[in-house]
């Protein structure tokens, strides 16, 4: 049994983490977090965003998107010892900059990050 099922009316079985490698259209790669049904729709619809905020046809702006995890994965995966901020782990240390909240309630996500940022790298 999972010990965090939602978080502020975000379902933590419906979260994925994407990458968005743009470097040369926003800017920096990014994290992108989307409630979706299943990998596939979470990819779908991020890119959708990726192509309308970058101008892009729909088929670039798909090839730019990478990464699907969920977010029980990523929490099943991480190290920290607030199982949120796992969310936010490359490799076990590092944080995303710059992330994009998709989701129907960022707050507490944002804070998550917010509070991540603080912490001390390793």
């Known amino acids: 049994m999972r010990e965090i099922e939602t978080i502020d009316g975000v379902s ?14 926003m800017g920096h790669m990014r994290a992108a977090f989307i409630e979706a049904d299943d990998e596939g729709q979470a990819l779908h619809m991020v890119a ?8 892009l ?17 990523l929490i099943d ?7 949120l901020h796992r969310l ?5 240390a590092s944080i995303h900059e710059h992330p994009i909240f998709l989701l ?6 944002t804070r998550k990050w917010a509070e991540r940022l603080t912490l001390p790298h390793t």
Do not use: K, M, W
């Open 77 to 83: 995966d991480g190290i920290s010892e607030d199982r």
């Open 12 to 25: 933590l079985a419906r979260l994925y983490r994407l990458t968005v490698d743009a470097h040369d259209v």
């Open 104 to 109: 129907s309630h960022p707050g507490a996500l």
């Open 48 to 55: 959708q965003v990726v192509a309308v905020i970058a101008g």
């Open 57 to 73: 046809p729909i088929r670039i702006a798909a090839s730019l998107v990478c990464n699907v995890r969920a977010a029980s994965s």
């Open 88 to 92: 936010f782990e490359i490799r076990g």
